[in-house]
């Protein structure tokens, strides 16, 4: 079964910029990456493929982004939750995260998980997942 690891998460990123990581993102980073192994248990167990990016390989896309990254990131939002280790993007180059995730299964499985995700349409090959609520509060959301 797929799972990541801290260091998966950081992507180098907390060696490259140590400065721009404190402790709170280190906490919230610690409950992004629980939280994200959850899910993809409940992925696994529901027979969802989880592949791995060619580009990074791992099923992380993009983890913990200090300021610098994301501001390099075309249409990153300014404040995105990545900044502060409360987000991941996991690789999901045929939707089919996404797909379940939109079901009632998928819906019952992040709310039970204290997951929010940006709506299918704005993440083509990736799924988003925070560990805080949009200001919309809706589980599914358009950034």
Request: charged share 25%; glycine share 8%; with cysteine.
């Amino acid at each position: 079964m797929t799972q990541i690891t801290l260091k998966d998460y950081w992507m180098g990123r907390d060696q490259q910029y140590p400065r721009a990581l404190s402790t709170e993102i280190r906490k919230e980073a610690e409950c992004t990456v629980e939280c994200v192994n959850k899910l993809l248990r409940g992925l696994s167990a529901a027979s969802v493929e989880t592949p791995r990016s060619p580009r990074t390989g791992s099923v992380l896309t993009s983890g913990w982004r200090p300021p610098e990254v994301n501001e390099a990131i075309p249409g990153a939002a300014p404040r995105s939750h990545h900044l502060w280790g409360r987000a991941a993007d996991i690789y999901d180059p045929e939707g089919e995260i996404d797909d379940y995730l939109m079901t009632t299964e998928g819906q019952e499985l992040l709310t039970k998980l204290g997951l929010w995700m940006e709506h299918t349409s704005a993440t083509k090959g990736w799924c988003h997942v925070q560990t805080r609520p949009p200001r919309s509060g809706r589980r599914v959301f358009y950034p």
